[in-house]
């Protein structure tokens, strides 16, 4: 049988979920609908009702979801019911930020080193890490299996990264560098430029 095809864009909304169930097991509450969901996410009950049943049944009619129970499932779905290590490339001002933030480990990801192929930046201490040489970037990704990093480089210098990336085994790639990279198949690559969404905004200012 073949594995069923869920759309992107439903995935990208779980996270959205799984956030507002955070913040409601956080305020003590027991259970939630996909009403109240709604009236705190902006996206329509039914669509959220939708989402949620592509991956089974979550909840009772006239009842609602037991948040605990959801924010687990949604979890599992996602894979964040484990950790995830990371690398960084670019020891920037972006990626410098990215390696000092403590909030990932609490949400499924870790982050293990930081690469630059600025001699300045190599060996210098960034929060707990020491820059290590991107020139050696391949082996050292390979050598301990991570499979997720992010781009924080120049533009120019991104797709070059991400070739690299590809090569060492990285199959996730969250891209901070405001180029659209192309990468083979098998690997899923997010794009994550401040000033796009920016430019999105101000079309209704």
Known sequence: MEPKIIPDIVVGRLPIYLRALQRMLQEGKPVTSSQELSERLGISAA???????????????????????????????????????????????????????????DRGFRVTMIFDNDPKKIGTQIGPFTVLDAANMVDTI???GIQIAMIATPAVQAQAVADELVKAGIRAILNYAPLNINVPEGVHVQHTDPLTHLQRMTYYL
């Open 142 to 144: 390979r050598s301990n």
């Open 47 to 105: 669509q959220i009702r939708k989402d949620l049943s592509q991956f089974g049944e979550f909840g009772k009619q006239g009842t609602g979801y037991n948040i605990e129970f959801l924010h687990e499932k949604l979890r599992q779905i996602l894979k964040i019911d484990r950790m995830w290590d990371l690398v960084v490339v670019g020891a920037g001002d972006i990626g410098s930020a990215v390696a000092r933030y403590q909030g990932f480990e």
